[in-house]
Nanobody, 126 residues
Framework: VQLQASGGGLVQAGGSLRLACAASGRTRAGYGAGWFRQAPGKEREFVAAITWNGDSTYYADSVKGRFTISRDNAKNTVNLQMNTLKPEDTAVYYC????????????????????WGQGTLVTVSS
């Protein structure tokens, strides 16, 4: 499985960005997906997750109400719409895939994921 994240860039505070994670390879049976981020000098943290069938989503408290995760199974992509961005959202954003069809509780955890994308940089200026 290969994951390609895209959509990062530089945006002013209050602006929006839409990240996309395109999956290829052994994903026909469906996969749970998550977005994590890592700011300079900090550990990678959970942002949002969606189950393999799209029935459930979960968000970190810091992004709840501002970010929306969704999936387009026809295109085999998972998107992260980020609105009302803040300088503290600045980080490299990584998408990840879980082939085990775990429930939403486990999709918050880094260790659940089997594959990771290369990351895309989001910079929010104040």
């Amino acid at each position: 499985v290969q994951l390609q994240a895209s959509g990062g860039g530089l945006v002013q505070a209050g602006g929006s960005l839409r990240l996309a994670c395109a999956a290829s390879g052994r994903t026909r049976a469906g996969y749970g997906a998550g977005w994590f981020r890592q700011a300079p000098g900090k550990e990678r943290e959970f942002v949002a997750a969606i189950t393999w069938n799209g029935d459930s989503t979960y968000y970190a408290d810091s992004v709840k109400g501002r970010f929306t995760i969704s999936r387009d199974n026809a295109k085999n992509t998972v998107n992260l719409q980020m609105n009302t961005l803040k300088p503290e959202d600045t980080a490299v954003y990584y998408c990840a895939a879980d082939l085990g069809r775990q429930n939403i509780y486990y999709l918050r955890l880094r260790r659940t994921y089997d594959y990771w994308g290369q990351g895309t940089l989001v910079t929010v200026s104040s």
